[in-house]
Structure formats: C-alpha cells, structure tokens
C-alpha cells in the first residue's frame, strides 16, 4: 500500500512540474522573426576587423559635431568624411568593423548612443559616400607617355 502511495505521490510531482512548465513566458514567433539576421549573428563569430580603428584620428568628427546641438550637417559630413574610406569594410557584416568604429567613435566623442543613425539618414541605402577617383595603375601612366 505505501509503495503505491509513494508511485501516486511521484506521478503527481510529475504533472504538476510538467503543467507548470507549460505556463512558463515564452517568447513570440513575432518577436523572434522581428530580430531578423540580428538573431544568427548572436550565434555567429564575427571576424577582426582589418582597420586598426584604434590608431586612427577622430578630430574630424569630435572638432565638427559638439554638444549639446550636435549640427545634422556638421556632425554627418565629418562621420561621411571620416568612414567612407571603410565603406566597404563597415558594411560586411561578417566582421566586426562597424561596432568596432563605432566605439571608438563613441569613447573619444562622448556621443549619446544612436546620434548619427538618428541624425544622418540618406534615405534606404543608407548614407551615400562620395565615388572614390579612379585608381591610375603605373603602366597606365608609362602608355600615356
């Protein structure tokens, strides 16, 4: 009889632990498919990023966009002179060169989280960096001669 006691007794544990379990907060379908590509990034190792972001100059930046106005046409024509030349770079995703920029970007300027992407919108495609002059390989310049 105790022994049967006892099986009741676990098979109630049991169930209750399972039921609980069900109503458990879970996480939406929708909020999960809203994080998009974000969500396989968490996942993913990102690679070094190639520029030595630390070892560069910001005075571009800090001597153009200054608190407490921060100037739209100031502040995103020195970010757009200062990362164009990363275009490329910045915008692989598989690296880590825009967090890595944008650190640095923050630490030297003190910029509210979110300034330039609130600041500098260009439309979809993101900010538009001037085209860069063609490159003039040397035996194109001896043919010339």
Same mark, same amino acid.
């Given at each position: 009889m105790e022994r049967n006691w006892c099986f009741s007794y676990l098979a109630i544990l049991f =169930? #209750?632990? &399972?039921? #609980? &379990? #069900? =109503?458990?907060? %879970?996480? %939406?379908?929708?909020? =999960? #498919?809203s994080l998009g590509s974000t969500s396989r990034n968490l996942l993913q190792m990102k690679k070094a990023c190639p520029i030595a972001f630390e070892f560069l100059n910001y005075t571009i930046i800090t001597s153009q966009c200054k608190a407490p106005q921060y100037p739209a046409d100031r502040c995103c024509a020195a970010f757009k002179k200062f990362a164009c030349p990363f275009a490329k770079q910045i915008n692989d995703q598989t690296t880590d060169c825009a967090s890595t920029m944008f650190s640095y970007i923050n630490l030297y300027g003190k910029y509210p989280p979110g300034l330039f992407a609130s600041k500098c919108q260009e439309g979809k495609g993101g900010l538009k960096c001037p085209a860069s002059p063609p490159v003039v390989s040397a035996t194109a310049n001896t043919n010339a001669n």
């Open positions: =169930l #209750s632990v &399972a039921f #609980s &379990a #069900s =109503l458990s907060t %879970s996480i %939406s379908d929708g909020v =999960l #498919s």
